[in-house]
């Protein structure tokens, strides 16, 4: 009997890099045999990852060449397509965040607002996502595919404004343009094939890589933290521990001494260290998290 294996799509370009390291840390090792190769190979050999582009993803993923893959929501509106979103990856670290399709025009413009665009000609690779947006908002303007070097066309008169990706908005302020509105937000989204779904071993291999996905995420912005107390200094240490259900309290050989061990958000170990080591923790330990299953 034929292998199972589940067809899946990775993008490639801006988002390869980070959704590797996402899924490296969820237990799967992919690698490339060149820059140029386009099928990764994999330890699981229930998984058969190709690399596209993220703007393609979903459409192949709703045809049925693919079960899942990883895209932005940008990209399944833009190509309206009808597929099952199962995660939804904010993996800020790396670069899997939050961004912005933002419409940007230049700072010596006069255009303040989007009524000022009535009439004018916009650039952008989100073409049907723009359209969408001016139509809600009862403003005729032309809009026009861009393959790319966007600024330069704004910047040059060949179009009145831009809508362009952003994360920080660095970009578009060295090239002297300045934001009037947000076209949408979009996050990175682990999406099936309807019909695949369906398929009892396919649905289960999908969930687990979403699980696992979900925990490594879930553990990016978190650590691990141990410490010796004594018992008369128990607690006033537990009164500063944040944790997801409650620290982890054991005895140690030593008469009148605990161990603690708890998962907090990395953002407050800096501030939490010096405290816990002021209120009589000892033998302070910090450890990164691979995994972290709710």
Known sequence: MKNKVLKLGLPKGSLQESTFKMFKKAGFNLSLSSERSYFPSTDDPQIEPVLLRAQEMSRYIQDGALDCGITGNDWIRENKSDVLRLTDLVYAKQSLGRVRWVLAVPQGSGIRSIKDLRGKRIATELVNVTKEYFKKNKIKVEVEFSWGAT????????????????????????????????????????????????????RSKMQELSLLLQGAIAAEEKVGLKMNV???????????????????????????????????????????IPELRKRGAQGIIEYPLNKVIY
């Open 151 to 202: 600024e330069v066309k704004v910047n040059s008169g060949l179009v009145d404004a831009i809508v362009e990706l952003t994360e920080t908005g660095r970009s578009l302020k060295a090239n002297k343009l300045k934001e009037i509105a947000t076209i949408c937000e979009s996050t990175t989204q682990f999406i099936a094939n309807k019909d695949a779904y369906k398929d009892k071993w396919k």
């Open 230 to 272: 004594r018992k008369t200094d128990l607690k006033k240490v537990i009164s500063l521990l944040p944790a997801l259900k409650k620290p982890t309290i054991s005895n140690l050989s030593q008469e009148g001494w605990f161990a603690i061990e708890t998962v907090i958000d990395e953002k407050v170990v800096r501030t939490l």
